[in-house]
C-alpha cells in the first residue's frame, strides 16, 4: 500500500513539475527567458516559450504597442496578438494591472484586432486594452478580442477608451466570458461615428445563462 502511495506522490510531482512559469514586463526583452527577473517584453515571445499548461504572468504597466508588433496581417484585416497555443495562461500578476494600448497602431486600410484567440483551452485574465482604432471610413469593425477556439476563458478583462467593440465571437465552442466590461468606447470615424460599447458580439447562435447589466457579463456564454 506504501508503495502504490508513493508511485502515486511521485507521478503527481512529475506532472506538476511540467508546468512552467513564464514572465511578460514593460520593461523586459524579448532576448530573456522570460523568469520573474528577466522578464520578456511581449506575449508573442512569451507565447513561444510557454507549452500547454503553463502559465504566462503579465506584470502591471503600460504596454504600448507598435506596428511592428503586428503578429498577422491578412485582407483587410491586422491581427497584432494571435493566441494560437493550446492550453497556455495569461494572467495579470497578483495585485497589478497590465494595460495594453493600441493608440498607435493605425495600419491604413486594416481592421484592428487587438488580440486573435484561435487556440483552445486558453484562460486570459485581469488586462486592459485601450486604444484600439479604426483607419476605415466606410463600414469596419476593429476588436478588442476576436475569438475563434473553443474552451477558453476570457476573464476580469477591461475594455476602454477604444474605437472597437468587445469581445466577438466568430467560431469555436463551450467559450466563457467572465466579469468582463466594455465602456467608452466610440468610433470616432467610420460612417458617421457610432457608439461601441459591446460586450459580446456574435456570428453565431450563443445561449447566455446570465446577464447582469450592459455591457457586464458573468456568467457562461455557450456557443
Not at 135 to 159: A, D, I
Amino acid at each position: 500500500m506504501k508503495s502504490k502511495i508513493l508511485i502515486a506522490l511521485l507521478f503527481l510531482n512529475s506532472f506538476f513539475c511540467l508546468a512552467k512559469e513564464f514572465y511578460v514586463a514593460p520593461s523586459g526583452n524579448d532576448a530573456n527567458n522570460g523568469t520573474i527577473k528577466t522578464p520578456v517584453e511581449t506575449i508573442k515571445r512569451a507565447q513561444e516559450l510557454a507549452s500547454s499548461d503553463d502559465t504566462v504572468f503579465i506584470r502591471g504597466g503600460v504596454y504600448t504597442m507598435r506596428e511592428e508588433q503586428i503578429a498577422q496581417s491578412r485582407g483587410i484585416w491586422a491581427y497584432v496578438t494571435q493566441l494560437n497555443k493550446n492550453g497556455v495562461s495569461y494572467l495579470a500578476y497578483k495585485n497589478e494591472k497590465p494595460v495594453f494600448d493600441y493608440k498607435n497602431i493605425k495600419p491604413a486600410g486594416k481592421r484592428v484586432i487587438a488580440f486573435l484567440v484561435d487556440g483552445n483551452n486558453i484562460r486570459i485574465k485581469g488586462i486592459e486594452v485601450v486604444g484600439v482604432q479604426v483607419t476605415l471610413k466606410k463600414h469596419t469593425q476593429s476588436e478588442c478580442f476576436e475569438v475563434r477556439g473553443s474552451n477558453n476563458t476570457l476573464e476580469q478583462l477591461s475594455m476602454h477608451d477604444n474605437m472597437a467593440i468587445g469581445v466577438y465571437m466568430l467560431s469555436g465552442s463551450n467559450n466563457l466570458v467572465l466579469n468582463c466590461d466594455a465602456y467608452n468606447n466610440y468610433d470616432s470615424v467610420s460612417e458617421g461615428g457610432k457608439v461601441l460599447d459591446v460586450i459580446l458580439k456574435k456570428e453565431v447562435s450563443i445561449t447566455f445563462l446570465e446577464v447582469v447589466v450592459p455591457g457586464l457579463i458573468v456568467m457562461m456564454v455557450s456557443i
